[in-house]
């Protein structure tokens, strides 16, 4: 199991006038070579969470599990575990500040204390794995590549890593389409591929409804729904109350079921509505 939270809460300023619980007894687990997204509104205490997840937050109450390391109010070195868990921040690219790219992945590495051959081969696995030209790019300066590809030299500087664990947040924000599909395309990529377990923070309920294998709503600090895409955007009403939304397709179907039109609900996806409309446009059975 590669994450467990045990009755996590997180307060920060404890004791102090401005003291807020940003999570608040969370239970929950995230198996191995899982693919899970995290969604919830603005406060709902989704960053809080995740960075609990790599020990860059410690619990005020209760104990995180991450491959058999525990984590507590008072744990001290947490180097092992960071470098078990990658968390990708939103917009990484901020964080670029080396001169050329190979320079900027090997920056992690390289503060490993691992051999220099050792370095060089991660540099090229992680440029490789987020589907970046080497050769063409491994010298040029970060700050000359696109918006999509400086995230995708970011990105590539925690998989230099080797992480278990892949945490993204927000990862394709201010991205153009072109951009999201490839950042998406390599995440998925990673999942399928190279067995990653998987953690995506997104606004997206479209993105998150066609890539993950189960879904964690957060609501006031607590955990509020989880399980498959179809389970979770069948609570359209209690998501809408939460200030979430379903994907456009799920209205759409649920504006068709309003309108007499015999269709399910639990269709999340475009091609799984284009497959349950021309089924009824052609007079058969329907199945989502």
Known sequence: MPIKMENVSHTYMEGGPFEATAILNVNLEIKDGE??????????????????????????????????????????NLRELRQQVGLVFQYPEHQLFEETVALDIAFGPKN???????????????????????????????????????????????LAMRPDILILDEPTAGLDPRGRDEIFGEISALH?????????????????????????????????????????????????????DVPQITNLMLALRDKG?????DIYTVNQAKNVL???????PHHA
């Open 35 to 76: 693919f899970v997204g995290l969604i919830g509104h603005t406060g709902s205490g989704k960053s809080t969470l995740i960075q609990h997840m790599n020990g860059l937050l410690r619990p005020t109450e209760g104990t995180v599990i991450v491959n058999e390391i525990r984590i507590h109010k008072d744990s001290k």
């Open 112 to 158: 490993l204390g691992l051999s220099q051959e050792e370095i060089d081969a991660r540099v090229l696995e992680s440029v490789q794995l987020v589907g970046l030209p080497f050769d063409e790019i491994k010298d040029r300066s970060p700050f000359e590549l696109s918006g999509g590809q400086r995230r995708r030299v970011a990105i590539a500087g925690v």
């Open 192 to 244: 399928r591929e190279k067995g990653y377990t998987i953690i995506l923070v997104s606004h997206s309920m479209e993105d998150v409804a066609r890539l993950v294998d189960r879904i964690i709503v957060m609501n006031q600090g607590s955990v509020a729904l989880t399980g498959t895409p179809s389970e979770v955007f069948t609570h359209s009403s209690e998501l809408k109350e939460m200030g979430l």
């Open 261 to 265: 039109l015999d269709v399910p609900t």
């Open 278 to 284: 021309k089924e009824i446009l052609e007079g058969g």
